[in-house]
């Protein structure tokens, strides 16, 4: 049974970093787009960052330039760099996986950030 288990979410004032990380137990296979998804309270979820196999890469628009995401095909692995951390990036994110068969998903992982 696969399992996306999320780590590095936390408290951090405006300004700051944080680094998300996604793991997969089980073997998924023929894994195409991994990406990182969030919702803040009241607001539907949201892509956040995607990248597929081949290596390309899609933001939206209010984090380009402060998130960087990146992959580990061979660990299956995600991971979301947050830099310059602003209060309307306080959300749960979600780590997704999907591959020819299914999409899963992560428990998810609480940002918030002060102002």
């Known amino acids: 049974q696969v399992q996306l288990v999320e780590s590095g979410g936390g408290l951090v004032q405006a300004g700051g970093s944080l680094r998300l990380s996604c793991t997969a137990s089980?073997?998924?296979?023929?894994?195409?787009?991994m990406g990182w998804y969030r919702q803040a309270p009241g607001k539907q979820r949201e892509l956040v960052a995607d990248?597929?196999?081949?290596?390309?890469?899609k933001y939206a628009d209010s984090v380009k330039g402060r998130f960087t995401i990146s992959r580990d095909n061979g660990k299956n692995t995600v991971d979301l760099q947050m830099n310059n951390l602003k209060p309307e990036d306080t959300a749960v994110y979600y780590c997704?996986?999907?591959?020819?068969?299914?999409?899963?998903w992560g428990q998810g992982t609480q940002v918030t950030v002060s102002s």
């Open positions: 997704k996986v999907q591959n020819d068969y299914s999409d899963y």
């Open positions: 990248t597929t196999r081949g290596g390309s890469t």
């Open positions: 089980g073997t998924i296979l023929r894994v195409n787009a």
